[in-house]
């Protein structure tokens, strides 16, 4: 805004990385409506889970797992095509406790 001059409301999409927001979650991603004094928040990217915390930004296919489940609601009708899909099928059961919802 400042570089162009703007006094007015402005749609803002921001691509900054990651923060701590207003309502004490993380945001990144963000469509912004406002001005220099106020704004309203108006989308955002979907919350992902990180199953094993930190370990997921490294092991980014627990990122994949999470992005699956939320898709489809469970991890069954996921088929991969991999000639070691008995293993890694086993795998992720074990990795994916933490990001399932509790009952």
Do not use: H
């Not at 990180?50 to 296919?61: C, M, Q, R, S, V």
Request: hydrophobic residues 35%.
């Amino acid at each position: 805004m400042a570089d162009n001059n703007l006094n007015c409301n402005v749609i803002a999409l921001t691509w900054d990385g990651t923060g701590l927001g207003l309502d004490n979650t993380l945001w990144g991603g963000e469509i912004l409506y406002g001005n220099y004094k106020e704004f309203e928040r108006w989308g955002t990217i979907k919350n992902i889970n990180l199953a094993g915390g930190d370990t997921a930004t490294k092991e980014i296919y627990r990122i994949g797992y999470d992005l699956i489940y939320q898709s489809t609601g469970n991890f069954d009708s996921f088929t991969i095509n991999n000639k070691n899909s008995n293993i890694i099928k086993r795998c992720w059961r074990i990795i994916l406790i933490p990001i399932r919802p509790q009952v």
